[in-house]
């Protein structure tokens, strides 16, 4: 856990005020006015307030009455997540465009890792504040970001300059940074916990640092250990992207370029048994097989057939590259060859449908 | 009009003839039998418009004429008469009186003009084939055949006639069968499709039977001429399939096995595969062979092992147990041979004894893709 990694650059992207922005996008009425999403029936609780409502105190997970005792004007709207999830996914298309360790939390916050980015670009920060315009512009809503060295940091700051802000906390800066937090907005500790410490005379980061591990992991459990650690800045829990996987695939680069067919055959079979050790692996099988054939001159061409079911047998895997190479001539030699399969079968796939296993019956090419 | 005629020998023919009159006809002079009287010679035909089949039987006569006589009361009335000659006379008022032992049936007919006349073959070429070899042939293939309206050409067999052999192909695209004839051969080239109805009616009626039959055709229609009788009948109109295409060329994975034995497994193990798909999966290692099925809907699930034959790499394939069935059924060997190469490429299925002399039978399923 302690072994020294490469600094990384995550960002923390978190909507402001989701729900009740959605519902102010989707009904123009309701923009400027407090409106509360949910909490209209009579003990009913709110999902999320917009910030004409959070000026008056509403505040999410308030109870309805209260709110309205509060706030005398507040706009109670009813959920559509269906819309949530459709403008989250688009959100989330956004963020892929940048880098593929995206880390949903939820459907309006997400971590990223973008140490290494599709961009190229080496400023997280410059980064997210695109990928906010992006959202703004494509989608209509504002989004705040934290950028930092890891996740835990990350979430921390997206929340200083909310709503639609961002801060950087520089890997320089997150010592001084962590030492001056207040206690309670560290992450994973609530109310009780943040109870606990102030009655141990720990009220900021500082305070926190001074006690040693033993302490720490003597009063807290094993809480007690990632405290000691993420106050001096080392929160090591990488960006899980559980997204679904949309193709895998392997490629091999030649030590020299290859200008016969009958030499990638050969290759072509490594890379095909590299294919199915990977689809194994991830348990999955795909429909379409893509040929990429990268040219000494650099130039890229693909060429893909997809089948009628899902393959995930090397032999199928291989004829059909096959067939792709010798399916047209080659423009020159040719300095890299892959093989990857997509339209897996993890797509678009209902939940229900997932043990049954599909099976198609074949018919003649004719 | 007038003649005498044995009600068996009529009957007899009519019920061949009968097979071709379809059970709703547009055009209501198709549910007629056509008898043209020419002396003691009388013409019986019925037409669907696509086949048309006619017969000749000796009767005593001295008169001619041609009427149109209901087929389903004609019918009706024979196959209630014991053995006996009956008179049939046309009478002026639009009636056919038919005299037996037992008394007087009238049945009014329509004219004979009426009738549709069957096409007469223009430039034909001929091949002349035993009507056992033909049954064969063609009970051998048709079970193949498809129904898919959208593809016409796959709903008839193909006889592909050459001057090295007979072949005769049926698909639908999930299974395929070839049977070649080396010991007949035709003078020329040809090439044809023939829709299945009247290939089942000449499969009736030509088991067994050691006549010759003359096969004439040309580009639309086929006549099929044996004994007393002649079938003309309208060609599927269309290109068939690369059916060779589809044969594939290398297949190092072959199982040899008992016909029966296989045939039985696979029956028993369907039972509990899926109802739609009813897939089954055969697993091949070494010299054991695995046939399983599972109906995940239901829990049900079946294995049984079969000692074979077989030279190859272990191998798994799933196939539609129907089509299997269906296969092992037609065939008559005590062994069998499925040869595979890839479980997404088709299976070969062929005997392995109980062949004639020139007689060549390919069977081709397509396998079901397991994805599990």
């Known amino acids: ?366 | 009009m007038k003649f005498i005629v044995s009600s068996t020998y009529l009957l007899k023919q009519l019920q061949v003839l009968g097979g071709v009159i379809n059970n709703s006809n547009t055009l209501p002079i198709l549910d007629n039998f056509l008898f043209e009287l020419d002396h003691d010679k009388l013409i019986i035909s019925a037409s669907d418009l696509e086949t048309t089949m006619a017969s000749t039987l000796d009767v005593e006569s001295e008169s001619e004429g041609s009427v149109a006589i209901p087929a389903r009361l004609l019918l009706d009335t024979l196959k209630t008469f014991p053995e006996q000659p009956l008179t049939f006379v046309v009478e002026e008022n639009n009636t056919v009186e038919i005299s037996s032992n037992h008394g007087k049936y009238a049945l009014a007919y329509a004219d004979g003009n009426e009738f549709p006349k069957a096409v007469a073959l223009e430039d034909p070429s001929k091949t002349v084939i035993t009507g056992d070899i033909l049954a064969t042939a063609i009970s051998k293939t048709i079970f193949a055949a498809g129904n898919d309206d959208l593809r016409p050409v796959m709903s008839g067999v193909f006889f592909q006639f050459s001057t090295e052999g007979l072949t005769f192909v049926a698909t639908d695209a999930h299974k395929l069968v070839k049977y070649t004839r080396e010991d007949v051969k035709a003078s020329q080239v040809a090439e044809f499709i023939m829709p299945k109805k009247p290939l089942n009616l000449l499969k009736g009626i030509l088991g067994g039977s050691e006549e010759d039959v003359t096969i004439e055709y040309n580009d639309s229609n086929a006549k099929f001429t044996f004994e007393n009788s002649e079938l003309i009948c309208r060609l599927i109109d269309g290109k068939y399939p690369n059916y060779e295409a589809v044969i594939p060329k290398e297949n190092p994975n072959k199982l040899a096995i008992n016909r029966n034995q296989f045939l039985n497994s696979v029956r028993r193990v369907s039972i509990f595969s899926n109802k739609t798909t009813h897939q089954i999966r055969l697993k091949i290692a070494g010299a054991e062979l695995n046939i399983s099925a599972e109906d995940i809907d239901y829990s049900n699930k079946a294995e049984e092992r079969l000692t074979c034959d077989y030279q190859g790499d272990d191998m798994q394939i799933g196939f539609n147990s129907r089509f299997l069935t269906e296969m092992l059924t037609n065939l008559s060997s005590d062994d069998v041979q499925l040869e595979m190469s890839m479980p997404n490429r088709a299976g070969i299925l062929t005997p392995v004894d109980g062949l004639n002399e020139g007689e060549q039978v390919t069977m081709l399923v397509m396998p079901v893709m397991l994805n599990n």
């Open chain 1, 1 to 366: 856990m302690r072994d020294e990694l490469p600094i990384r650059k995550i960002i923390h992207v978190d909507m402001d005020a989701f729900y009740a922005s959605v519902e102010q996008l989707d009904n123009p009425e309701l923009i400027g006015k407090p409106i509360a999403v949910g909490g209209g029936g009579k003990r009913g609780v709110i999902s999320a307030a917009s910030y004409e409502a959070r000026k008056f105190g509403v505040k999410s997970a308030m109870a309805g009455n209260l709110a309205i005792k509060l706030c005398p004007e507040l706009i109670f709207v009813n959920h559509h997540f269906e819309r949530y999830t459709e403008i989250s996914k688009q959100i989330r298309r956004i963020f892929y465009d940048y880098t593929d360790l995206v880390e949903p939390l939820s459907l309006d916050e997400a971590y990223l890792d973008v140490t290494e980015n599709k961009k190229g670009n080496p400023s997280a920060s410059l980064i997210a504040k695109e990928i906010r315009t992006r959202i703004f512009n494509e989608v209509g809503l504002t989004a705040s970001a934290g950028i930092s060295i890891n996740k835990f940091i990350a979430k921390i700051a997206s929340d200083y300059n909310k709503p639609n802000g961002q801060k950087t906390v520089n890997p320089e800066e997150v010592i001084p940074f962590l030492e001056a937090l207040e206690i309670r907005k560290f992450y994973g500790i609530g109310k009780v916990t943040a109870e606990k410490m102030y009655q141990k005379g720990i009220f900021t980061g500082l305070d926190l640092k001074q006690k040693s591990l033993d302490y720490l992991e003597k009063n807290f459990g094993k809480s007690g250990h990632l405290y000691y650690y993420i106050v001096r800045g080392i929160h090591n829990s990488e960006v899980k992207p559980n997204r679904i996987r949309k193709s895998l695939a392997a490629e091999r680069t030649f030590n020299e370029n290859l200008s016969s067919e009958i030499f990638m055959l050969e290759k072509l079979d490594h890379i095909a048994e590299e294919v199915t050790k990977r689809l194994s692996k991830s348990n999955v099988a795909g429909k379409t097989v893509t040929l990429k054939i990268k040219y000494s001159d650099f130039t890229l061409q693909t060429r893909s057939k997809t089948l009628p079911y899902y393959i995930k047998d090397k032999n199928i895997i291989l004829e059909t590259a096959k067939d792709l190479l010798y399916q047209e001539k080659l423009n020159n030699s040719v300095r890299l060859l892959g093989i990857s399969l997509s339209n897996l079968n993890t797509e678009n796939k209902p939940k229900k449908e997932d043990d049954k296993s599909v099976s198609v019956q074949l018919k003649f090419e004719f």
